[in-house]
């Protein structure tokens, strides 16, 4: 459908390496697009939290536009012009978000102040865009046509912001010997958070809600598999990175023991038995009562 001219268009455009050649692989085109709807999701999502707007889905009715002013393919790039049609005050806000986030990483060069906070959730999806790009050798270019304004907002993401997301992708710091707990939810042949990881990967859920990457050895695939899905202790040496999820590198896992709390709450309380004067199973009932 054609869009109206009182709502916003965003336009992603590909453009230079394979995009030269007038065609590019349809899936890597299919993933930019993806990744950039998550991204004006994620943005729109911290943004209705931070209103404390009722929806906080993060649809904003994003739709390709058809016609005269929109075609998917042309000489020398792969551009989509999409319309904001929902929740479109707030959809334009998540656009320029991410507009102003591409811009940042192109002018620092890598060179990225420490002290600067930017939003992983945001840097996580750029660099999976970051992947595509190097691999066909593009140039990203997003604008945002505002109703009302002659001229859109613009940023374009090449080679500089390719070097900042890569000096993002280093690790900031790493600690030795840690253990933790949780469930082991997915096993995956290369994890795509680190483009230069050896072995295979998984993820850790745990009961906190924090998400750890969990790089194995190759040598630990029967081990992995038959722990899937099940609750783990992981030790090994935790590193931790400014654009993506932190990881464990495994020396050890196993499956985590079923623990007993009444039975650890009994052993604790026995100490203060005689000046209680009860047992476990009536101060739970107490406790219930009040």
Known sequence: MAAEATEPIITVKLRKGLADRNRLPLQHVLSVLEEFRQMIADAGRKIQRERGYADTSGNFGLEIIAGDNGLLLKRGSVQAPIAITANVSTGLLAAQEVVNLLGFLEQEEGVLDP?????????????????????????????????????????????????????????????????????????????KADEGGRGFWGELRRESGETWRVQFKATDVEKATALFRKQVVVSGNAVYYRAASPKIVVETISLDADRDYEAAFDELFGCYRDAFNSDTATLVKRMREE
Do not use: H, W
């Not at 750029?126 to 595509?132: G, M, P, T």
């Not at 390719?162 to 096993?187: C, D, H, N, R, W």
């Open 115 to 191: 002290n600067v906070t930017l939003d992983a959730a945001l840097l996580r999806r750029v660099s999976r865009v970051a992947q595509i790009q190097r691999r066909d050798k593009l140039e990203l270019e997003v604008s945002v046509q505002r109703p009302g304004f002659p001229e859109p907002i613009k940023a374009t993401f090449g080679a500089a912001g390719l070097a900042s997301i890569k000096a993002l992708q280093a690790p900031t710091f790493e600690v030795a010997g840690v253990t933790m707990y949780g469930k082991l939810v997915e096993l995956v042949d290369r994890d």
